[in-house]
Nanobody, 121 residues
Framework: VQLQASGGGEVQAGGFLRLSCAAS????????MGWFRQAPGKEREFVAA????????LYADSVKGRFTISRDNAKNTVYLQMNSLKPEDTAVYYC???????????????WGQGTQVTVSS
């Protein structure tokens, strides 16, 4: 599976962005998809995950209620709608595909290249 993330940019606090992650390969629908982020000087952290059907979603406490993960298996694409953005959301956002533990980086063998999100105060 090859992943291509897009949709990042710079917004003011309180704004919104929608990230997309397009996947190649016919097995996209069988993978759990996740979004992680990495801020400068910090470790990559879990943001959100969605199971293969889209019926089960998980979120980090820091984004719960503000971010929404979704997927369209017909388009081989997963999305991350980010609302009420805060300066602390500034990071490079990565999409990932896997079948392991949903909150762990080790659960995802396939990673996209990352897209920068910058939130100014």
């Amino acid at each position: 599976v090859q992943l291509q993330a897009s949709g990042g940019g710079e917004v003011q606090a309180g704004g919104f962005l929608r990230l997309s992650c397009a996947a190649s390969g016919r097995t996209f629908g069988s993978y759990r998809m996740g979004w992680f982020r990495q801020a400068p000087g910090k470790e990559r952290e879990f943001v959100a995950a969605i199971d293969w059907s889209g019926g089960i979603t998980l979120y980090a406490d820091s984004v719960k209620g503000r971010f929404t993960i979704s997927r369209d298996n017909a388009k081989n694409t997963v999305y991350l709608q980010m609302n009420s953005l805060k300066p602390e959301d500034t990071a490079v956002y990565y999409c990932a595909a896997g079948a392991g533990l949903p909150r762990s980086r080790d659960g995802y063998p396939y990673w996209g290249q990352g897209t920068q999100v910058t939130v100014s105060s």
